[in-house]
Every structure is written in structure tokens, then in C-alpha cells.
């Protein structure tokens, strides 16, 4: 796969399929509320850079957090979070997601505001 646009396209696929509540990246996401449940992913393909065969690239990760209160009645709102991916290709030519992190200090912004 020497097309720059066929490994974009490709690298765009495999992170769509990539089960991001199953990585360590969901630890900080799932922190947010009592139940934290995945509302979708958008990858901007202009923003992916491939460098050999390894290559990196920005996303948007939508949640919907909900709150349990005890006695009270629960609460549900969505947030999004900038998150960044890294990867390589197989020999195959087959994208790998090898890491995802998720920025969600936006989240926290204030709460130690005097």
C-alpha cells in the first residue's frame, strides 16, 4: 500500500473498529461519572500524519457521562474530549492502533479555582 490516501484511508477504518472502551484510555474517560458509555469517535484525516511506516494522528471522543445520585434522581450529560493516536503498519500493510490517549483536563478545569 504505497498511496498516501489508500493508508489514510486505512488508518481512518482501523481506528473507526478500534475498541477504545477496552483500552487504557477509557480509565479517564470511565473516571468521569458513575457510568460513562461511548457516543462515537471522529478521526479528521487531514490531521493524520504518516511518517515511514508509523504514523499519528488527532480525534474527537464523544461521551455521555451519567451521574447516579444516592437518594436523588440521576443525572445524564454528553462532553467531548481531544484525544491523539499512534500506530504503525504491519507487513501487510494493515493499520495498528498501538496507543490512544485522551486529554480530559477541560473536565476538571476550575474545580480548584479559589
Do not use: C
Amino acid at each position: 500500500m504505497e498511496n498516501p490516501e489508500e493508508k489514510i484511508a486505512e488508518i481512518v477504518r482501523t481506528m473507526k473498529n478500534y475498541d477504545l472502551a477496552s483500552s487504557p484510555a477509557w480509565s479517564d474517560l470511565d473516571a468521569l461519572s458513575s457510568r460513562t458509555l461511548l457516543d462515537g469517535v471522529e478521526i479528521d484525516p487531514d490531521g493524520i500524519i504518516v511518517k515511514g511506516n508509523t504514523f499519528r494522528g488527532p480525534l474527537s471522543i464523544y461521551v455521555l457521562l451519567q451521574y447516579d445520585e444516592a437518594g436523588e434522581d440521576s443525572f445524564e450529560t454528553s462532553d467531548s474530549f481531544m484525544g491523539e493516536f499512534s500506530g504503525h503498519f504491519s507487513e501487510g500493510g494493515g493499520a495498528v492502533i498501538d496507543q490512544v490517549t485522551v486529554d480530559t483536563s477541560p473536565f476538571y478545569e476550575g474545580e480548584n479555582a479559589s
